[in-house]
């Protein structure tokens, strides 16, 4: 049954060799079809990012045609197009996906290492503080992008080394990091509140819309920091990807197992934190991604394998779908993290409802 | 010791002092706060004199000074009552959830009451405070309900982080409904806002008696339960066994709470950690019997409310800054400092 | 199939932020046996366990391992040697039987590397070993705690090692599947040679299954040797303040331990 080579056995009767040998067919067989429902699952999601991405490029207040679409990405002019498409919608939507991925893949870190699908980066407070020194970036120091950025990723980094620090008493628990990032984030965001009141009107504006999340006015400037730190970190954390995974059986079985699970852990967290302060800084802290996408890619993939590819998808399949309802759908235009925010919210409350149901985690 | 957070002595220091000395503390933090009260309409952007306290209490407004004494003495009553409000109910949720970190603002409930608020403002052009708090007061019972149900399934009930998870993740969702409501409605864009952040500032007369008889309603209920909150902390179980009638007593002691902090929030806005802060500081001074808990958390939050104002209106001279910032600031950290003290198992 | 592996514990000191839990203890493992180590609650037995797995660092002296410091060898070397099974392992939700037990080869996978036969192979021996193969595509989740715990024996199986650590493998199971546990772990020890270290809290069953017992106590081992020489009256009020009779188990052989209380006590347990 097994093309493979033989394998020498120790054991010289049949009948244990044979079962071990059907036993083994079985595991490696039900493997193979998980890790091609995996596939298939990916497949499909990369599918629907591209149609999702096309429609959001060719829809809007005018239709261009595919022709004109392709014509502008390859950098021809073409008459109206150009503008709309080129300088408008293609940088917002591949700000988008590149933002999504940011999300779905630090959130699905974050809840594996905690054990916790309610441990989530929004929650804990590193979109808090990204959110913070943004405003305080934008209001009180009146800072240009790419500074607002800078700071937020700073902020993002201190808080979550904060919260670790905070949380450390002879080793980590998770439970006591989670409750200790509610605090912080509770403390961040009345300073971000603060900091809004003594905003003049314009500022104010923009400032609230960067609170809730949104892609209005993406620009190429923005999207080049959010690719690089894809780039450099999405690699790292995918490759710590096994480490996660081994983690999930708790710090004392993987250490047995081989998993220098302290120094995986600071990998990890410094890869998730920087993915998400990048994305924040761009976009602001569009709400739930980080906390949906890996449950949603959870419940698609099926258990075992890592979460870390399909969740940093459906993140992207979220944010083009919801920024694409927050233009058309409704009668006035809602920046994207008020859509998730409110689409997601429903959904939210029911993942907290099965997972306490079943005393699980992630 | 239980995974559902019984208040017992390895979590917070229960010292047993005798009843001579409750009295002493509570009329301690009474003389407290009354310094406090005087403090709160002598000090702020300007400073008064004493005879242009006693000259406005008439009723002139002659000068700054005395207007602005005027000014005061309402925003000093809000303070006081609010803090009251928002300490006795977060006894009262400590009390009924057994969780060290229940608190209105952690639970959710006072964004319930906000969401609420809003929508009444929105979609029902409602105006009067009145029919502010009775929107409040139902958003937040709407609110306590959703999160503590949630937050009681599966394993070991209510557990301190389950509870404070559904909290926290009831508060994104209710927040993120708030946002989609206000933004496009420019017109009540504004005014939200400051009344969001939570503070005193914007205190009458008018609105401050409006409250009052349901803040005194939410009193009586509260002190009512007092008895039964302390069967309750034993465990539903043992209380029973006491004859203690455990749903009626929870949900009494609830509704008090519901009544006081929804009430408060639709004049003042959500004001967090008062109702968590307050309470664990008093246990620490009179123990854990909720007849002397209750009074003593009203003083002592109305003090801390009081002060937290005096502090906003001094700390950024000219500007000033709400109440609802300074109590995050000093509130939260003291959060951390009760979870790192607890032996909080691994879920 | 095994080789034999001298592990020796060498002037171990161990303790937390505050306390000294182990103070300067000396232990050799006999290799190819199975050794128990009991001692009241608190008195080191898991802190000194973590410790041969080097999940927790000594303060002073060392866990000598074929020679070579625990603490200095690389990590996944080590796993792929000596296997520890934690006190309270969690299992991530809706995980199969097939799949935790198929974690226990991530030593022997490096990073690039993917499945192989061997793996499969080798996981496919722990669940027969266990008796677990029926169960392969199972939640964990549903199972029950003899189940659950068999799986997780199976996964440290499936790492392949010679040596296995056990912190308590038999604390929350009813008795028959303490037996059941118990009995596994003798025929690992028995079949393939395997050295097992276990921590036990019952001092009957440690004495029953082991060929080597530890008795812990003041942070350094009080007594150590066959059940017969160590389950004595005198350890036992000295390790664990009771007062106690020793008696020949007829059933197994082995010393049998009956404590002595204030009440429900013949004439014929005076001493």
């Known amino acids: 049954m097994n093309a493979s080579t033989v394998h020498a056995s120790t054991a010289t009767t049949d009948v244990p060799t044979q079962r071990r040998e059907i036993t083994a067919d079985t595991v490696a067989s039900s493997r193979r079809r998980r890790a091609t429902r995996r596939r298939a699952v990916m497949a499909v999601l990369g599918a629907l990012i591209v149609v999702c991405f096309a429609i959001t490029l060719m829809v809007g207040q005018t239709f261009y045609p595919p022709a004109d679409v392709i014509g502008v990405i390859l950098g021809h002019d073409v008459a109206g197009a150009t503008f709309t498409v080129g300088r408008l919608r293609l940088p917002r939507a591949v700000l988008a996906v590149l933002v999504g991925l940011c999300f779905g893949i630090g959130g699905v870190t974050f809840q594996t290492m905690l054990r916790n699908p309610l441990a989530s980066p929004d929650i804990i407070g590193i979109s808090s503080g990204a959110s913070a020194a943004a405003a305080f970036a934008i209001v009180t120091l009146s800072l240009g992008e790419a500074q607002v950025s800078a700071f937020a990723i700073v902020a993002g980094l201190v808080v979550a080394l904060v919260v670790y620090g905070l949380s450390f008493k002879s080793g980590v628990v998770g439970t006591r990091l989670i409750l200790i990032g509610i605090g912080i984030a509770a403390m961040l965001d009345s300073v971000t509140a603060y900091v809004l009141s003594q905003a003049a009107e314009w500022d104010l504006q923009e400032a609230t819309r960067w609170l809730t999340g949104s892609l209005n006015g993406s620009n190429w400037a923005q999207v080049v920091p959010v690719l690089v730190a894809l780039a450099v970190l999405g690699p790292v954390l995918v490759g710590q990807s096994r480490n996660l995974s081994m983690g999930q059986l708790g710090d004392d079985t993987a250490s047995a197992l081989g998993v220098r699970v302290e120094r995986s852990r600071i990998v990890v967290i410094i890869a998730a934190v920087g993915l998400i302060a990048f994305a924040t800084a761009a976009t602001g802290p569009i709400a739930f991604v980080a906390f949906l996408a890996g449950p949603i890619a959870s419940r698609i993939v099926g258990p075992g394998g890592s979460l870390l590819i399909p969740s940093a998808l459906v993140g992207a399949l979220l944010v083009l779908v919801a920024d694409f309802c927050g233009q058309f759908a409704f009668d006035t235009r809602f920046p994207v993290g008020v859509v998730t925010g409110v689409l997601g919210a429903p959904y939210l409350i029911y993942l907290i409802v099965r997972t306490n149901r079943a005393g699980g985690s992630l | ?347 | 199939m095994t080789t034999d592996h001298t592990l020796s514990i060498e002037n171990l000191t161990l303790g937390y932020a505050d306390r000294t839990v182990i103070d300067g203890l000396d232990l050799l493992v006999p290799a190819g046996k199975v050794t128990a180590i009991v001692g009241a609650n608190a008195c080191g037995k898991s802190t000194l366990l973590r410790s041969m797995s080097r999940l927790l660092a000594p303060r002073t002296g060392r866990v000598v391992l074929d020679g070579r410091d625990v603490h200095r060898m690389p990590a996944k070397q080590l796993a792929r040697t000596l296997g520890l099974l934690p006190q309270s392992p969690i299992a991530p939700e809706g995980i199969t039987v097939a799949d935790l037990v198929g974690r226990g080869r991530h030593p022997h996978q490096g990073i690039l590397s993917r499945w192989s036969r061997e793996d499969d192979i080798a996981v496919a021996e722990a669940l027969e070993a266990t008796e677990t193969a029926a169960l392969a595509e199972r939640s964990v989740d549903e199972l029950s705690g003899g189940q659950r715990q068999r799986v997780w024996i199976a996964m440290a199986l499936a790492q392949q090692t010679d040596l296995l650590l056990l912190d308590e493998p038999t604390t929350f199971l009813d008795v028959s599947h303490q037996i059941e546990v118990l009995d596994l772990l003798t025929d690992l020890n028995s079949t393939r040679g395997t050295t097992i270290v276990m921590v036990l809290h019952d001092l009957n069953l440690a004495a029953r299954y082991s060929d080597h017992l530890v008795a812990l106590s003041a942070g350094r081992v009080h007594a150590q040797g066959s059940p017969a020489e160590v389950l004595t009256e005198e350890v036992v009020r000295t390790v664990f303040g009771l007062d106690s009779r020793v008696i020949l188990d007829p059933t197994s052989g082995k010393p049998l331990m009956l404590p002595i209380g204030r009440h429900h006590m013949t004439e014929l347990s005076a001493l």
Request: net charge positive; hydrophobic share 55%.
């Open chain 2, 1 to 347: 010791m239980t995974a559902s957070g019984t208040l017992t002595a390895p979590d917070v220091a229960i010292v047993r002092r005798p009843r001579r000395l409750r009295g002493v503390w509570l009329l301690g933090a009474l003389g407290v706060l009354g310094l406090l009260t005087v403090a709160s309409v002598m000090v702020g952007s300007r400073e008064v004199g004493l005879d242009d306290i006693v000259a406005a209490l008439g009723g002139s407004v002659d000068g700054f000074d005395e207007a602005a004494v005027a000014k005061r003495i309402p925003r000093t009553v809000l303070a006081v009552i609010a803090g009251a409000a928002l300490g006795m109910s977060g006894a009262v949720m400590q009390g009924v959830t057994r969780n060290p970190l229940a608190d209105p603002g952690i639970l959710g409930v006072n964004l319930g009451a906000s969401l609420a608020v809003v929508i009444g403002l929105a979609y029902f052009g409602l105006s009067s405070a009145t029919s502010f708090i009775w929107v409040a007061i139902a958003g937040a019972a709407v609110a306590a309900l959703f999160v503590y149900t949630v937050g009681s399934l599966g394993r070991g009930g209510a557990t301190p982080l389950k509870l404070a998870l559904a909290g926290a993740a009831t508060s994104a969702a209710l927040a993120s409904f708030v946002t989609a409501v206000v933004l496009p409605r420019n017109d009540i864009a504004g005014g939200v806002r400051s009344w969001q952040i939570g503070g005193v500032g914007g205190a009458s007369f008018d609105s401050t008696l409006q409250v009052l008889p349901f803040l005194l309603v939410g009193f009586a209920i509260c002190f009512l339960s007092a008895r039964g909150l302390n069967s309750l902390a034993l465990g539903d179980d043992l209380a029973a066994g006491l004859g203690e009638r455990v749903a009626i007593a929870r949900g009494a002691a609830s509704l008090g709470a519901v009544v006081l902090c929804g009430a408060i929030t639709a004049v003042t806005g959500p004001i967090a950690f008062v109702g968590l802060v307050v309470p664990h500081a008093c246990r620490l001074l009179i123990g854990v019997d909720h007849r002397w808990l209750l009074p003593f958390s009203a003083v002592l939050g109305a003090a801390l409310l009081t002060g937290a104002d005096i502090i906003g209106r001094i700390a950024a001279r000219p500007g000033e800054v709400d109440v609802g910032i300074i109590t995050a600031l000093i509130g939260a950290p003291f959060f951390i400092y009760i979870v790192r003290r607890q032996k909080v198992r691994a879920l």
